[in-house]
């Protein structure tokens, strides 16, 4: 339960502020992921970072700016949110192999944009 | 890109009985086909997972099957209790980087 951990856990925000979500892995992982997890939708995938680099981004809106200084942390910075961006926000992290691997979730944060 | 479809959306079953839910997904390149389980208010948790070189895995009450020839993956839970109330969320293997496509999820609920 504490090998991802997130914070804060929940979140209220304004349209005009500026807040940021940090995640920390403590499994030695070399890859981190965002997910948005929406009432009814699959989890959405909005990046991907491999060994500190990103690798994906799946057309998220600029209001959204991830960063991952080290293997072990990411962050993803907000600001301008609309109140459709109001949903739970989950961290991840894998060991990439050769084939697909497990991901491990945080506990998410939850953020209400009004 | 991968797409992944999951059945039902919703299932109810009485304690004790089993619980099937189905996923179909599109790329034939996928090898990687984890469950998760998310409780409310918690994080998905991985409960099983198969790969593309074996057709079937067990883990206690829980098994996975794997059809590669019509792409798609089941999960069974046998002689299920009220804890197995839960979002059960499918997902594929896509693309690279470990990337993972989830199936929408399905809520099941186990009633006494």
């Known amino acids: 339960e504490t090998g991802v951990t997130q914070t804060p856990r929940h979140l209220v925000m304004g349209m005009t502020n500026k807040k940021s979500l940090k995640c920390e892995q403590h499994?030695?992982?070399?890859?981190m992921y965002w997910y948005k997890q929406s009432a009814k939708k699959p989890l959405e995938l909005m990046f991907v970072?491999?060994?500190?680099?990103?690798?994906e981004n799946n057309s998220v809106p600029s209001r959204f700016s991830p960063e991952c200084p080290n293997s072990s942390h990411l962050f993803l910075h907000l600001h301008t949110l609309q109140p459709e961006d109001s949903a739970l926000y989950l961290c991840?992290?894998?060991?990439?192999?050769?084939?697909?691997?497990?991901?491990?979730f945080g506990p998410g944060t939850r953020l209400l944009v009004l | 890109g991968e797409n992944v479809e999951q059945h039902p959306s919703t299932l109810s079953v009485q304690e004790g009985d089993s619980a099937v839910i189905k996923c179909t997904y599109s790329?034939?390149?996928?090898?990687?086909f984890p469950w998760y389980k998310q409780e409310l208010g918690k994080r998905p948790q991985l409960i099983i997972d198969?790969?593309?070189?074996?057709g079937e895995k067990k883990d206690q009450r829980i098994a996975v099957t794997l059809n590669k020839t019509a792409k798609h993956f089941s999960l069974h839970i046998t002689e299920t209790q009220p804890e197995d109330s839960a979002v059960y969320f499918c997902?594929?293997?896509?693309?690279?980087?470990?990337?993972?496509?989830f199936g929408a999820g399905t809520q099941v609920v186990v009633t006494p």
């Open positions: 991840a992290s894998s060991q990439l192999g050769p084939s697909g691997e497990t991901q491990y």
């Open positions: 790329d034939s390149a996928s090898n990687y």
């Open positions: 970072y491999s060994l500190e680099e990103r690798v």
């Open positions: 997902a594929a293997e896509a693309d690279s980087w470990g990337k993972l496509q």
């Open positions: 499994l030695g992982h070399n890859a």
């Open positions: 198969i790969r593309s070189n074996v």
